[in-house]
C-alpha cells in the first residue's frame, strides 16, 4: 500500500523541476511580491510536539482567491533522541526537495525567499488544503530522515501572524549563520557539496566552505557536515578539498573531481573566488547576482527583493536569467548574502575594492563586514541611476577601481591617423570578440578601419 493513496495528485521525485506558469496558477504563496515569507524548522524536545499534527493559520488553499498571491510562512518542529539544533537548517533545506516532489506545486528558493505555486490542475484534482501537503511532508521526512521521530507542521497565511514569525525567523537565520563566521578554508581538509538543486539546474553544484556559503544562504560549512554526517548518501555530501592548485583564485583538485562526477563531465573546473575564468556555478536559488559592469571596471550586486532596475538598466530577473541554470558566465556570479561578509568574497577579483554598486537594503544589512572606505564608496541607487551616473560618482570617491580605468585617449595627429587608416585592410587569422555573456569568434577575416586610435594603457592590477 503506498503512503499517499490518500492524497488527491501524486508524489514522487518526477515531479521536480516542474515548472507553473503564472496563466496556470491557482494560488501563489510569498514571492517577490510579499515582503514577509519564510520556512523555518525549530528541534523541539518529544513531549512538546504532537506527532503528524497539520495546523493551518488563516485562510485554507481552497478559501484563497484564485491567481492571487499571498504571505506564507511554513513552521516545522521535529524531535527525536538524535535531534539537536545543530540539524535545523539541514531539516530545513529538505523542504524544498520534497515540496517540489508533489505533482502540482513549484517551490524555489529558501528561508526568507520562498516562492510557492500551486497549479490550477492540481488543485482541481483535489489537492485544495495545506493538510494534503502537510501530511506528504511528514512522511517524507520520517521516511528519508529517520532520526525524526515527531514531527509537527504549520502552514500561516495570515498576514500578521506570518509577519510575527517571519521576525522571528530572521533573528534565527542571524544566529545559524554566525556560527560560521571566523573559521578559515584552509583550516579544514572537507568540504561540502551540495546538488538539491540539479532538478532545476542539472549541471549545477553548490561548493560549501567554511568561508563561502551556498548559494541560497541557508547551508554553511557546519549544516554541511551535520547534514552529511546524517545522510550520508543524500543531496549533501563531503569533499576532500585535495590539492591546492591556485590559492588566489581558490581552485581545488577535490573540488574539480567532484563537480565533474556529479555534473557528468559538464563542468570540471571551477575557480572559488572569482566571477571570471571558471567561476562557481549558479542554480536559480541564489539570494543575490555579482554582476560585471564594464564601463567601470567593476561589480555591482543585486538582490531578489531589490524592485527596481540596476545601475545598468537592468533588473533582478534578467541579470539572474544571465548566469542561472548551472552555467558558468563570466561576470555573472550567483552568491549568497552571507559570502558578502567573507574574506573571501571575490578575493582574487579585487573583492570589495572591485565594488561599485548594490541597493542601499543589502548594504545596510552587510555593513558590518564592509571595509570603511567601502561604506562611503560603493554607490547605491540612491546615489547613481545609471552608468554615467555611476562613473561620476566613483571619480567623487576615488574609487580604488579607478586605477583599473584606461588614460585618456592620446590621438596621434589627425593627418597621420588617416594616412595610416584610410583604405587599409588588415587581415587577422583569428579574433575573440565577447559581450552580452557570448564569444564572437572571427577566423580568417579582414578588418577594414577607417581610423586607428592609439590608447595607452596602465597595467592592470
Known amino acids: 500500500m503506498s503512503m499517499f493513496e490518500d492524497i488527491p495528485v501524486d508524489v514522487g521525485v ?64 521535529v524531535a527525536g533522541k538524535a535531534i539537536e539544533e545543530d540539524l535545523e537548517g539541514v531539516v530545513e533545506r529538505r523542504i524544498h526537495e520534497y515540496c517540489n516532489f508533489v505533482e502540482g506545486i513549484m517551490h524555489l528558493n529558501q528561508r526568507y525567499d520562498i ?72 583550516e579544514v581538509d572537507t568540504f561540502y557539496g551540495c546538488t538539491l538543486c540539479q532538478s532545476f539546474a542539472p549541471t549545477h553544484m553548490c561548493v560549501i566552505t567554511p568561508q563561502r556559503y551556498s548559494n541560497c544562504g541557508s547551508i554553511s560549512w557546519f549544516d554541511g557536515r551535520a547534514s552529511a554526517q546524517v545522510d550520508p548518501k543524500g543531496p549533501v555530501f563531503a569533499i576532500e578539498k585535495g590539492e591546492m592548485l591556485d590559492a588566489e583564485k581558490g581552485e581545488f583538485s577535490g573540488i574539480n573531481e567532484t563537480i565533474k562526477q556529479k555534473t557528468l563531465g559538464a563542468v570540471d573546473r571551477v575557480w572559488m573566488y572569482t566571477g571570471f575564468g571558471y567561476p562557481h556555478t549558479s542554480c536559480g536559488c541564489f539570494e543575490a547576482m555579482a554582476f560585471y559592469i564594464p564601463e567601470v571596471e567593476g561589480y555591482g550586486i543585486v538582490d531578489r527583493g531589490f524592485k527596481g532596475v540596476t545601475v545598468n538598466g537592468l533588473p533582478f530577473s534578467t541579470l539572474a536569467d544571465s548566469g542561472a541554470g548551472g552555467r558558468q558566465v563570466d561576470g555573472f556570479h550567483g552568491i549568497s548574502i552571507e559570502y558578502m561578509r567573507s574574506p573571501k568574497f571575490l578575493e582574487a577579483d579585487g573583492g570589495w575594492d572591485r565594488i561599485v554598486w548594490m541597493p542601499q537594503s543589502v548594504k545596510d544589512r552587510v555593513a558590518e563586514f564592509m571595509p570603511e572606505t567601502a561604506k562611503t564608496n560603493v554607490a547605491t541607487e540612491n546615489d547613481a541611476k545609471t552608468v554615467d551616473e555611476l ?30 587608416a584610410e583604405g587599409t585592410m588588415f587581415p587577422v587569422s583569428t579574433a575573440t570578440v565577447s559581450a552580452g555573456g557570448f564569444k564572437i569568434i572571427f577566423k580568417n577575416a579582414k578588418i577594414h578601419a577607417e581610423k586607428v586610435i592609439i590608447k595607452r594603457e596602465k597595467p592592470k592590477r
Open 391 to 420: 562613473k561620476v560618482f566613483l571619480k567623487e570617491k576615488n574609487h580604488p577601481v579607478l586605477q583599473r580605468w584606461t588614460e585618456e585617449a592620446e590621438e596621434v595627429p589627425e593627418a597621420e591617423a588617416e594616412e595610416a
Open 115 to 186: 516562492w510557492i505555486r500551486v497549479s490550477k490542475k492540481a488543485f482541481q484534482k483535489g489537492l485544495n488544503s495545506f493538510t494534503h501537503v502537510g501530511k506528504v511532508l511528514a512522511r517524507l521526512y520520517k521516511s528519508e530522515l529517520p532520526f525524526i521521530e515527531k514531527i509537527q507542521i504549520t502552514f500561516i497565511t495570515d498576514p500578521a501572524k506570518v509577519k510575527e514569525l517571519h521576525d522571528q525567523a530572521m533573528d534565527v537565520y542571524e544566529a545559524r549563520d554566525a556560527k560560521a563566521r571566523g573559521m578559515k578554508d584552509d
Open 14 to 77: 518526477i515531479y521536480e523541476g516542474e515548472r507553473i506558469r503564472r496563466n496556470n496558477m491557482q494560488i501563489e504563496l510569498g514571492g517577490p511580491k510579499q515582503p514577509a515569507k519564510f520556512e523555518l524548522v525549530r528541534a523541539k524536545k518529544m513531549d512538546e510536539i504532537e506527532d503528524e499534527k497539520v495546523t493551518i493559520i488563516g485562510p485554507d488553499l481552497k478559501d484563497l482567491p484564485e491567481g492571487g498571491n499571498v504571505p506564507f510562512g511554513i513552521l516545522i518542529e
